[in-house]
């Protein structure tokens, strides 16, 4: 037989997907599955970007230009208007979601064998990606007890190779739902300009920011424009994560050359999908507004039911939709498969996502979970019930 390739066998597997097959036979058996392990909101798209797409005239479904749908690059430049990003047209060119964005950022910005340093937990396809580039991340670690507040800079600093290219953030960050502040930010823009590297900065979550508290986007700050990149994503912020429409967007020029090669490469993002994603620009501000309320209510009833559980911790997130849990248990990994393969509640069971897919160091993680409150409040609550039951008869609780 012949022989995988080195990336076949470094690709990891995802700590959100990896479970399914155990939810599946859960699911064969009568028992409810309460999802809280992916970020699939149960929110509906808005109804006025899916009439479009149910109208549209399109007879031929040809390729959108490689930079994406000029039309829906200058609604782009309203949207960031909105939120204090002055940028134009031609500096957004339109990926095939947040993921192609970030992979066409690691293979433009570095080259094969250099490193990124990013915060971890991180989102866990960001190591997937790396294998992909060719390159390697370094992580710097955040914790729990400060709700995973940005690491001190003397800890980036001890990471800092000749080979160092990048840091990648995500704000607000997933898994940890923690919002980076202005500060937080200046102190990378100065490490950015003091080693010459790039600040690649996801900010797929931008309107999940909680508590009145507000999203600073690195595209603010000043005097880096060359070494800013924002990744974007259209799948969160309209509940639209099968549109799979994202973007890459800089005011560094032969960036955005030198991107439109690789977009060229892949032909076009997806039609349809840019479609319903510029006639969602136009969604009305309830639509946010009812959203925001929803998502307050969830986050609450979780982040309470949590921590009023024995032996558990939960800091509370300022935004996205995840919170990290610490909970009295030996092996998040095992306790997952276990609640899925062994437990169940009145026929129903919880599935969450075990924290160490999202620490690149190993060994952290290990009694920590990802919980992504997604769902309706009503299933929420029974989701924490469950929950609770468990940890109670977890034969590995520590």
Known sequence: MPSISEKGILMPSSPIRKLVPYADVAKSKGHKVYHLNIGQPDIETPENAMNVLRNTPIKVVEYSHSAGILSYRKKLVEYYHRFNIEVNQDEIIVTNGGSEAILFAFMICLNPGDE???PEPFYANYLGFAVT???????????????FALPAIEEFEKLITPKTKAILICNPNNPTGYLYTQQELETLKDLALKHNLYILSDEVYREFCYDGEPHFSAMNLK???????????????????GARVGCLVTRNKEILSITMKFAQARLSPPTFGQ???????????????????????RRNLVVEAINKMEGCFCPTPKGAFYAVARLPIDDADKFCQWLLESFEFNKKTVMLAPATGFYST?????????????LNVDDLKEAMICLDEALKVYPGRI
């Open 116 to 118: 990124v340093i990013v």
């Open 133 to 147: 580039a060719g390159i390697n991340i370094k992580p710097v670690t955040s914790i729990i007890e400060n709700g």
């Open 223 to 241: 005097g880096v424009d060359d070494n800013v990149i924002m990744l974007d994503s259209v799948s969160k912020r309209y509940s639209a994560c």
């Open 275 to 297: 479609v319903l994603s510029e006639a969602a620009i136009d969604t009305p501000q309830t639509y946010f507004d009812n959203v925001m309320k929803e998502y307050i209510s």
């Open 362 to 374: 190993k060994g952290l993680g290990k009694n920590e979970v990802r919980i992504s409150y997604v």
